[in-house]
């Protein structure tokens, strides 16, 4: 066993020490009063969707529109992109949330070719009422899963009024998680077991986001793909806070705890860890250069150079494992991460990654 111990909370207390594994001996690692937070769950990403760069430049009044216009105007950059083999576009999206300190992320589409425990597969997803033909047919089943849809993503009355066509078609009740809702009123969010706000995503299409403070369900965050914003979820956190529409705990649950719940996580079993002092201010101005553990399902699944030494003498292997030069320091994930870019490079050149690779 590894007890992770000498940790702090975003609020300045102590932490309870961690402890990895049940085997004796029990061997402890101080953490020199590192700051330790629940797991942080990306509640709506699409994976194989984070080698686009971002595509758009105006405002929109929905998605279809966006979709529209990105298909008629950017359409090399489109048929560049979908030439990368979907399992390593795919296996990029998972390393992305990985090194921003992400430890589960909410897949919405189609099931991708990856096998990894950060990938949440326990809901359906459904893309929209205005986008995929069969959508009624697809909730109205006996599943009692959640169904995760894009709804009212837009500014106008339309994006409005597929909200209550959703949910008057929601015959047995099923458990929903809308994405977006910028034009969901309080009335409407009270037919939703969740909410997924990404502000990033949102304020980049459309110059405006969802009224996240009058919405009467639980709040989750999630930042979409590259498509419509940064890789980096430090950022769209960044942007949610600058609306000042919610105070910063409540933004904290809504990738901490609410989402836990909501998607059924175990508690106790997914923890971030970062260097940093205490306090909000600090907490937001994080960056993935910053993250020195990641902990998912009891497993370390990231770690910074300035830890690889010290986990090694206590039985940690790292085989199996490479790094990238994050910023001015090492980070070591499991699997070859600079490989999956150099076969993503060898389809797209222009494709452009936040880390380099140490060969």
Known sequence: MIILENLRTPAGAAHAPIR???????RALDLAGALVFPGLV??????????????????????????????????????????IPLRLRAAWGVYKNLLAGVTTVVHHGPPMPIHDDSVFKNCQSIHSVQLEPLWRLRLNNPQKRP???HTGEGADQASHREIDRLTRWNLFHRPLVGVHGIAMTPGQSEK????????????????????????????????????????????HLRTARETA??????????????????????????????????????????????????VNQGRIRLVDERWKRPLENLGHSFEGWSHVRLGDSNKYVPGDLPKIAREIRAYDPQAIFPFKDPK
Request: charged letters at 15%.
């Open 42 to 83: 990306n509640s709506h990403d699409h994976l194989e969707f984070n080698s686009f760069p971002a595509l758009g430049a105006e405002r929109y009044p929905n998605y279809v529109a966006w979709g529209q216009r990105i298909h008629a105007h950017y359409k090399p950059d489109i048929d560049r992109v979908l030439r």
């Open 192 to 235: 939703f077991r969740a909410l997924v706000w990404c502000p990033g995503s949102n304020i980049f299409l459309y110059g405006q986001t969802a009224r996240v403070d009058r919405i009467q369900t639980t709040l989750l965050f999630g930042t979409d793909s590259t498509l419509t914003g940064s890789w980096n979820f430090w950022d």
């Open 20 to 26: 990895l594994g049940a085997a004796p001996p029990h």
């Open 245 to 294: 529409l919610i105070p910063d705990a409540n933004l904290f649950d809504a990738l901490t705890t609410n989402a836990a719940r909501i998607w059924g996580l175990p508690t106790g079993a997914d923890y971030t860890i970062a260097r940093a002092a205490s306090g909000w201010d600090a907490f937001f101005a994080l960056d993935p250069e910053a993250i020195e553990l990641v």
């Open 147 to 149: 169904c995760v849809i």
